[in-house]
């Protein structure tokens, strides 16, 4: 499936774009006007393959769970049940991403990738899902994926509720600092797992995907990813993550340190560094990337741990940035360095650090107004406009 989606990625339609500059040009505006908002509309059709492209409506938020071996390196003051604990109030509709996807009209999914703890046994099961995948192990939960709702209500023809989709590739990384925090087959199914996703996603209607992730501790295999992929010292690409004190801060960028020089990850091996010192979020994250990448539909990045995940999927495939739109500039150090490699211009920037996918949220009016510009803006001809 890796091989194959990566296969699927190519180049933008440059005649699709060329056709977008000429319509930005005579559109009722000084040419330039609308700054990058010009460029996203004109990268957008070219992605689509036409002009104007798409309205990116609707739009589905993919939230990847896990927890992570570091955390034993006493990296952040949060206990690692905070993962699940968080899973549950995303699907009880009580997070701050639930809140910006109800304001945006964007459904959410919750994907179990690798949390620690294993979740309530949802009561039923959408009859016609499709799993998911994630191999099991080390106690992961056996066999293919399920998807829920809050109770065990079916989620039919309910958008604002979110879905739990069971796709547990095993229940937490390995201690980076130790080991590999994954074997190359368990990251491989984690990036399965986010391919996956992307195509049920599509599938179900979704033109424009969205990142979200959660994972106590994520902020550290976020900053060694970043680092392996940039080449930039650890201190560089680790932040504060939760809002750790001095000390603790210090004593993060050592353990990144330490990781990087245990593992000596390969740029040039995305999966290897993945598996050396990712998270199974950050892995099911770049598969979302690649999937989305493939079928040719835009995915709103958020904060440090999608653009750590954007390195990887460009590092599979560098065409795959084509599908990417930097919706924030996460206050995470890591997040800046990322979106420099990546050639990403983040379209707000609030010093926003909560993760989620909610700093994409509130971008994603943004992405839709450049869209509609191109799709309801008249000519000079047609409005009857005298030009300069």
């Not at 500059?21 to 009722?28: E, K, N, V």
């Not at 969205?210 to 994520?218: C, K, P, R, V």
């Amino acid at each position: 499936m890796l091989e194959t989606t990566i296969a699927a990625i190519g180049p933008l339609d440059e005649s699709a774009m060329s056709t977008a500059r000429q319509l930005q040009a005579r559109l009722t505006k000084p040419a330039g006007s609308l700054g990058l908002l010009e460029d996203l509309s004109v990268r957008l059709a070219g992605l689509a393959g036409t002009c104007p492209p798409p309205l990116p409506s609707p739009a589905a938020v993919a939230i990847f769970a896990g927890d992570h071996g570091v955390h034993a390196q006493r990296v952040t003051p949060w206990p690692q049940e905070v993962t699940g604990q968080m899973v549950g109030n995303f699907l009880a509709g009580g997070a701050v991403v639930n809140a910006f996807a109800r304001q945006a009209g964007a459904t959410v999914t919750v994907v179990d990738v690798g949390v620690a703890t294993p979740l309530p046994t949802p009561d039923l099961t959408a009859a016609d899902h499709q799993p998911a995948g994630g191999a099991a192990a080390d106690g992961a939960a056996p066999g293919g994926a399920s998807v829920s709702t809050p109770g065990g209500v079916s989620d039919h023809g309910r958008d604002d509720v979110p879905r739990l989709v069971d796709a547990n590739v095993r229940r937490g990384t390995r201690d980076m600092t130790v080991t590999a925090a994954l074997t190359r087959d368990e990251a491989r199914s984690a990036v399965e797992v986010g391919i996956r996703i992307a195509g049920e996603l599509i599938d179900g209607g979704a033109a424009l995907l969205i990142t979200g992730d959660m994972g106590i501790a994520n902020t550290t295999p976020a900053a060694a990813l970043i680092a392996a992929f940039t080449g930039v010292d650890a201190a560089e690409a680790t932040g504060r993550g939760t809002g750790v004190d001095d000390p603790t801060y210090q004593h993060k960028i050592e353990v990144v340190r330490a990781a990087l020089l245990r593992h000596a990850p390969d740029p040039t091996d995305p999966l290897g560094v993945l598996a050396a010192v990712g998270g199974l979020e950050h892995a099911a994250l770049t598969g979302l990337l690649l999937g989305a990448a493939a079928r040719r539909v835009p995915v709103l990045l958020d904060g440090v741990i999608a653009v750590s995940a954007a390195l990887a999927a460009a590092a599979f495939a560098p065409d795959a940035v084509n599908a990417m739109i930097a919706g924030h500039r996460s206050a995470e150090p890591g997040a800046t360095v990322a979106l420099r490699r990546l050639g990403l211009t983040p379209l707000i920037d609030l010093g926003l650090r909560l993760g989620e996918g909610t700093g994409a949220l509130l971008a994603l009016p943004v992405v839709t107004g450049a869209v509609r510009v191109l799709h309801e803006v008249a000519t000079f001809d047609s409005a009857g406009v005298a030009e300069k």
